[in-house]
C-alpha cells in the first residue's frame, strides 16, 4: 500500500506523481489533496510553459532499465532465477508488483 510522501497518514488514492525541475525528474507518491495543492502551485508555471520532447525517451528507458534491475534483483532474492539481460517473463514481473503493492 502506498501512503503519501508528505503526509504518511493518508494511504487513500495515492498516485505517483512525476515532474521534472533544472532537468532533473522527481517522483513523489501523493494523495488527491496533495495532488491537487501541487497542480495549483504548478498551475501558473505550466501555463506559461512549453512541454519539451527528447531527453524523456532517454530517461523512460534508463527507468525501464533501474526497474529491471530491481526486479531481478528480487527475484533472485527470493530464488527465482533469470538471465542477467533480456526481457523479463510477465510471470515474475507480475509476481513483484503484486507483491510489492501489498
Known amino acids: 500500500m502506498k501512503v503519501d510522501d508528505l503526509d504518511p497518514s493518508i494511504d487513500v488514492d495515492v498516485r505517483t ?3 521534472a525541475y533544472e532537468g532533473t525528474e522527481y517522483e513523489i507518491d501523493l494523495g488527491r489533496s496533495n495532488r491537487e495543492a501541487l ?3 504548478l498551475a501558473d508555471y505550466v501555463d506559461a510553459g512549453r512541454p519539451t520532447r527528447g531527453p524523456a525517451a532517454t530517461t523512460r528507458r534508463a527507468r525501464a532499465r533501474a526497474e529491471a534491475a530491481e526486479i531481478r534483483a528480487w527475484a533472485a532474492a ?3 532465477e533469470l ?3 533480456g526481457r523479463l517473463p510477465a510471470r515474475v514481473r507480475a509476481r513483484y508488483e503484486s507483491e510489492r503493492a501489498h
Open 39 to 41: 497542480a495549483e502551485i
Open 78 to 80: 527470493h530464488g527465482i
Open 83 to 85: 538471465s542477467d539481460r
Open 17 to 19: 506523481v512525476t515532474f
